[in-house]
């Protein structure tokens, strides 16, 4: 078998001649630790969930509160009136910059599938109109920043995010509802320089969560385009 052009770390994680790698790690050699945030159960049997390196093993309640003392002062909402495949996406990335909060506006079910289970590791919130979150959002003083390519939008990349604040999602293809918009203090675009209308509702909510983390982790400010 020729090496593989990828290096050797790529066979912990991509797929061989021999089928996939497992993901994750088997049962833990005894004797184990005496620590209450480790599960028996994933001690004996192996931990194979979709967690970083140091929640192997880890119970899902010791995660969380581990999560929550150090969450972003940002939150997450995305409107769900037709049951939209993205949502689980988008709370898989909240999960993945650490939001303090995910809220699903409209239709109680959503697609979960896409959550790979992160969902378990977050806040969410479930609100029947898009009032009930923008009272949410008042009540604890949390702008509703709106992410859409509409007319009159204000290029995220020129923005600076507030530190708390309130970022809200439209559902694949019609965007942002009109009582979403008007709860908005201002309404975000994603700059594009192809044909297509818009980008996947996930991937603008990824690339809005990531302008967050650079403006407030990493202190880049936004700066005027040139172009």
């Known amino acids: 078998m020729p090496p593989d052009p990828r290096g050797p770390a790529a066979l912990d994680r991509w797929e061989t001649d021999r089928g996939p790698a497992e993901v994750g790690v088997g049962p833990a050699p005894q004797p184990w630790p005496d620590d209450p945030r480790l599960d028996p159960e994933l001690l004996a ?4 969930r979709n967690v970083v390196d140091r929640y192997r093993y880890w119970r899902v309640e010791a995660v969380m509160a581990d999560l929550d003392t150090r969450r972003h002062p940002f939150h ?20 993945a910059f650490n939001a303090s909060s995910v809220h699903i506006v409209g239709e109680r ?10 969902d378990r590791y977050m806040h969410v919130y479930l609100h029947p109109e898009v009032d009930s979150l923008a009272a949410w959002a008042a009540d604890r003083g949390l702008p509703v920043l709106g992410v859409d390519n509409l007319p009159g939008s204000v290029p995220l990349e020129t923005y600076d995010l507030p530190r708390a604040c309130m970022l809200i999602f439209g559902q694949e293809g019609p965007g942002l509802s009109q009582q979403a918009r008007a709860a908005c203090s201002q309404v975000l675009s994603v700059a594009q320089s192809g044909s297509t209308r818009s980008v996947n509702a996930a991937a603008a909510a990824a690339v809005a969560m990531h302008a967050w983390v650079r403006r407030h982790d990493f202190g880049q400010f936004p700066t005027a385009g040139t172009s």
């Open 45 to 48: 049997g192996g931990d194979r």
């Open 76 to 95: 997450v909402a995305v409107e769900n009136w037709a049951h939209d495949l993205n949502i689980g996406s988008v709370v898989r990335t909240a999960n």
């Open 109 to 118: 079910r959503w697609n979960r599938r896409g959550a790979m289970v992160t």
